[in-house]
């Protein structure tokens, strides 16, 4: 199976969010250019401006955040202040998001005077330029990664991420409630909200509204924190293994071998795919519990049904001649 989930289109952030923010210790306080601050962030790396601020803006990317850092503001202040505005003059024609100034140090005035007039917005922060590059570097990406919501049943099962899918009915909460009480972990139901984590995993979660609830068709809501404690849950997990749920059909041939690895393709990320039909008598939460085995046996290299094969075939080729039974 290769079935592609569609992003959400366009993420970015208004550099009003980031001046915001109180999570990541980023001391941003605004100097000029409040009538910027819905200038759009759309990626993570950010620039720092050099000798851009010499008139050469060859290689300049207006659309990242632009840090000055001391190097940057001692030119400034040190130089020929014509030169100098004619050259932040420059910078400012184009569309550059912010920029933030390091070490709480302060521009020369007609920085804030130019990037006002051009809706600029400038801020500044009291970390040294490296401490801040790498905090706003993994805010940006924490905030700009692709994300997607999938309909499913996210489940930790010993320290495996599956996530269950298949139509509604079919009874994928049930099969996760049946986990929970087995000493496993519920991440999310109903719906789980996937964001992609550089450079390849994908990590899902609960929303917020949802976050710990199951719905059990005849029970209705529960709070599986309150039901069975804080050890029965978490709040986000990486996803190894997709699990799709589906009705028995006897016409159907399903793979009895599982020599061939099937693939789920989710924000461009491939994960192991398992197609696991539901019929009356099966234990589901057995056979999760084994495909979960089996994922981590197959993690330290060791594939059984590669391993039946390759026997196999081993036996049927150096089988001597007039063997046979007659």
């Known amino acids: 199976m290769n079935e592609t989930t569609a992003p959400m289109e366009g993420i970015s952030l208004s550099i009003e969010e980031i001046l915001a923010d109180t999570e990541y210790g980023l001391g941003l306080t605004l100097l000029a250019g409040e009538q910027g601050l819905k200038n759009r962030v759309f990626s993570s790396r950010i620039q720092k401006p050099g000798l851009a601020l010499a008139g050469y803006t060859e290689h300049l990317h207006p659309k990242r955040i632009q840090v000055l850092g001391n190097t940057e503001i001692s030119y400034l202040?040190?130089?020929d202040e014509r030169v100098a505005t004619e050259s932040i003059r420059k910078l400012c024609s184009f569309p550059i998001s912010c920029f933030i100034i390091t070490k709480g140090l302060m521009p020369p005035h007609y920085v804030c005077d130019l990037a006002e007039a051009s809706g600029i917005p400038v801020l500044n922060t009291h970390h040294q330029s490296s401490t801040f590059i790498s905090l706003i570097t993994k805010f940006l990406e924490e905030r700009l990664l692709p994300t997607t919501h999938l309909h499913g049943v996210l489940v930790d099962v010993m320290g495996v991420g599956i996530l269950l899918t298949g139509k509604s009915g079919i009874g994928k909460s049930e099969c996760a409630l049946d986990l929970v009480i087995r000493g496993h972990r519920l991440v999310a139901d109903d719906m789980v909200y996937i964001k992609k984590k550089m450079p390849a995993a994908l990590v899902g979660q609960s929303e917020e509204a949802i976050q710990h609830l199951m719905e059990i068709r005849g029970l209705g809501i529960i709070n599986i924190k309150d039901l069975y404690g804080v050890s029965s849950i978490r709040e986000k997990k990486i996803i190894d293994l997709q699990l799709e749920l589906v009705e028995w059909d006897p016409a159907h041939e399903y793979d009895r071998l599982g020599v061939d690895d099937r693939k789920m393709t989710i924000l461009g990320?491939?994960?192991?795919?398992?197609?696991?039909?539901?019929?009356?008598?099966?234990?589901?939460?057995?056979?999760?519990?084994?495909?979960?085995?089996n994922f981590l046996l197959k993690g330290m290299g060791y594939h059984s049904a590669r391993d039946f094969q390759e026997r196999l075939m081993a036996r049927m080729e150096f089988r001597p001649l007039g063997d046979e039974v007659e």
């Open 77 to 79: 202040d040190q130089g």
């Open 269 to 293: 990320i491939d994960i192991p795919h398992i197609c696991i039909p539901v019929r009356p008598g099966r234990n589901l939460g057995s056979i999760i519990e084994v495909a979960a085995r």
